[in-house]
Nanobody
Framework: EVQLVESGGGLVQAGGSLRLSCVVS????????IGWFRQAPGKEREGLAC????????YYKDSVKGRFSISNDNAKNTVYLQMNGLKPEDTAVYYC?????WGCGDDMDYWGRGTLVTVSS
């Protein structure tokens, strides 16, 4: 059974930082693209940062470039999202997802259940 379990969400003040973690099991970590997404209340889910299976390609949504960074620890089957300079508009449920092909869309093969990030002004 494939599982993706996110952690690290919480309440932070504007300008602060958080690091989200996603532990992946049940698939060969190195064979999958992994990404981070979020969904704010009343809005569609959006792709924020994705990394290809071999790390040769990365994608960042314009609104998080320079503030968010995706990284992998293949030995721990874990992907991280370092978030700096957080803004109230970053408040959302954050999800990690995996796909057997390169992409950062809403059609990823596997999804976690999400972790809530709340940024206060």
């Amino acid at each position: 059974e494939v599982q993706l379990v996110e952690s690290g969400g919480g309440l932070v003040q504007a300008g602060g930082s958080l690091r989200l973690s996603c532990v992946v099991s049940g698939l060969t970590f190195d064979d999958y693209s992994i990404g981070w997404f979020r969904q704010a209340p009343g809005k569609e889910r959006e792709g924020l940062a994705c990394s290809s299976d071999n790390g040769s390609r990365t994608y960042y949504k314009d609104s998080v470039k320079g503030r968010f960074s995706i990284s992998n620890d293949n030995a721990k089957n874990t992907v991280y999202l370092q978030m700096n300079g957080l803004k109230p508009e970053d408040t959302a449920v954050y999800y990690c997802a995996a796909d057997g092909t390169w992409g950062c869309g809403d059609d990823m093969d596997y999804w976690g259940r999400g972790t809530l990030v709340t940024v206060s002004s």
